[in-house]
């Protein structure tokens, strides 16, 4: 089945700095989810890729696919500490069980002020 | 809009307990989807379902069981708790997309520890 692996698995960065947290996919990616989740709590939509080369925006962060490296990027410009949290990846699987979604470990993001 | 929605939030089950997780949505999505996320792990798949009256295992389905008798519900069922079940449990439910991917929405989980 499709593995998707993160990286970095967690990062510190002081406010306002730019950061990069980057999703892999063992096998070809036909659209991806980024969520962010917040210590103990659920999960929260950011936003869905559906086709390579596609790039989406909501206030600082950024996401791009890249179908051909079979890799998603996310990126926040000029951080704040309200962009602290687990930031997920998930994945559509390809083949016969595209109804199943798969989602990466996590990456574990801390601002400090 | 209620969305998804899981009970009981938290629970503590005592080892050889048995319990249901209940999860229902109310907008009409075919695809539901129970996860389980360990400390400082990523969401890994239990069982989903693609409709009423079927089930399909993730990758971790052992211990647990599902039933859709409803498009609104799906309700998880532990046997025997062990204490490796002790984790927070999402589910999840999303559209048929045709080919397309669709927004899947998730519950804000139930946390379960077995002592």
């Known amino acids: 089945s499709q593995e998707l692996e993160q990286s970095p698995q967690s990062l510190i960065v002081q406010e306002g700095k730019n950061l990069t947290i980057n999703c892999t996919s063992s096998k070809t990616l036909y659209g991806l989810y980024w969520y962010k989740q917040k210590y103990g709590e659920g999960l929260i939509f950011l936003m869905m890729?559906?086709?390579?080369?596609e790039e989406k925006s909501h206030e600082k962060i950024t996401a791009k696919l890249d179908e051909k490296k079979q890799q998603s990027s996310l990126h926040i410009t000029a951080s704040q500490p309200s962009h602290a949290g687990i930031y997920l990846c998930?994945?559509?699987?390809?083949?016969?069980?595209?109804?199943?979604?798969?989602f990466g470990k996590g990456t574990l993001l801390t601002v400090n002020p | 809009n209620a969305g998804v929605t899981q009970t009981p939030k938290f629970r503590i089950l005592k080892i050889g307990q048995s319990m249901t997780l209940q999860c229902t949505q109310d907008?009409?999505?075919?695809?539901m989807y129970w996860y389980r996320q360990d400390p400082g792990m990523g969401l890994k798949l239990i069982y989903y379902s693609v409709g009423a009256g079927i089930t399909d295992k993730g990758e971790v389905p052992n211990g647990y069981n599902v039933s859709r008798s409803t498009t609104e519900d799906f309700p998880l069922r532990l046997e025997l708790a062990a204490p490796s079940q002790t984790s927070v449990y999402f589910c999840?439910?999303?559209?048929?997309?045709?080919?397309?991917?669709?927004?899947?929405?998730f519950g804000q989980g139930t946390r379960l520890t077995v002592v």
């Open positions: 999840a439910s999303r559209p048929p997309g045709q080919g397309i991917m669709t927004e899947a929405f």
């Open positions: 998930g994945a559509k699987n390809s083949g016969g069980s595209n109804y199943k979604l798969t």
């Open positions: 890729l559906q086709k390579g080369g």
């Open positions: 907008m009409n999505h075919n695809y």
